[in-house]
């Protein structure tokens, strides 16, 4: 059949193929870091909760298996994430969403995935286009996320989101890094817990070339930063602790105000096992990582409220963050953070899983990173 006059799945695929569950996936990259977003499918079951994080809980705990299909082997890879989008019973907020990463990590908040998810309900239509401003809620697990996009033609330039407070929680304190020695982190929140290290001190460059030891050592400092400074959010008891790292640079591009590259985990640490020391670095320059660095260089006195701070990523691209005001987490000065970039579609499929797969969940092995 000539590919002109292929016109519906229908028509290529064989009556069992049709009947297969599915889901209808839409994907994305922002700034480079790629992000499926699952529109719906009969493969997605109900999944109760009355709040975005009570259906993140309730997908980690008794729904994994959906992580698994979007991002495992052979469909996935490690770098990936996933978004499932439902409907919102939040009165505010159109859609809510939950964050999924290969790793079994469910985040509370990503900047880059929740530009991805506002770009396709946008772009599909499913969120009505106002130009030249569309303006929003969406409700993430760590709470509602008002969004703005910027609209030419029909096509979206960009969204800004005003993500929940940042705040830190630990200035300059030293930590012992197996392997490493002494080690200076500041521990933040911008939506997860990081620990931001420089990596000057540590002789490394954040250029693309130097990935896998920029995983190594980003893995290594998150768990001793996880034993050596334990952590609680004071509203939500249930994020807490360190979980993702920032090592930060000097920036190299024009118009950039400083580099980072975030490190994702995708294995369990063991200190007397290097095979274990694996991770991926955010294709994107990591939104809620972007919110947690301006909280800190805003506690040092380094960044004040209402100055663009440009955040590139070792591929060159740039999110835009700026601090609006201070407020109050709990115990801690908080600041009222945006972050703003650019979100691209590169794809649109249906997921399909077939009951005879020896593999209905994929896999992982452990040779990529």
Partial sequence: MPIDSIHTLQQILPDRAQRLPRMIVVDAHVCGGPARVILGGDLIPNISGKTAFEKMKNIEEHHDWIRKIVLNEPRGYPAGCANIVFPSTHPDCLFSYVIM???????????????????????????????????????????????????????????????????????????????????????????????????????????????????????????????????????????????????????????????????????????????????????????????????????????????????ENILGTQFEGRLLEETKVGEYTAVVTTVKGQGYLIGISEIVMDPKDPFPEGYQVGDIW
């Fill in 101 to 311: 990463e290969q790793a079994k990590v469910y985040p509370p908040m990503s900047g880059h995935n929740t530009m991805a998810v506002a770009t396709v309900l946008l772009e599909t239509g499913l969120i009505p286009i106002k130009e030249p401003v569309t303006r929003f809620n969406l409700e993430a697990p760590a709470g509602p996320i008002a969004i703005t996009a910027e609209v030419e033609a029909g096509k979206i330039k960009s969204i800004e989101l005003l993500n929940v407070p940042a705040f830190v929680f630990h200035l300059g304190k030293e930590i012992d890094v197996p392997t490493l020695g002494k080690v200076k982190v500041d521990v933040a929140y911008g939506g997860m817990i990081y620990a931001l290290a420089d990596v000057e001190p540590l002789g490394i460059a954040l250029v693309p070339e130097e990935g896998k030891t920029l995983v190594r050592v980003g893995e290594l400092i998150k768990a001793a930063a996880r034993e050596q400074l334990p952590v609680v959010h004071p509203e939500n008891p249930q994020i807490r602790d360190v979980c993702i790292v920032v090592l930060r640079g000097k920036a190299h591009s024009a118009g950039a105000t400083a580099r980072n590259t975030v490190v994702m985990s995708t294995g369990e640490l063991k200190w007397d096992d290097e095979s274990t020391w694996t991770g991926a670095l955010d294709r994107s320059p990591c939104g809620t990582g972007t919110c947690a660095t301006m909280a800190v260089k805003h506690a040092r006195g380094d960044l004040p409220l209402n100055t663009p701070f440009h955040h």
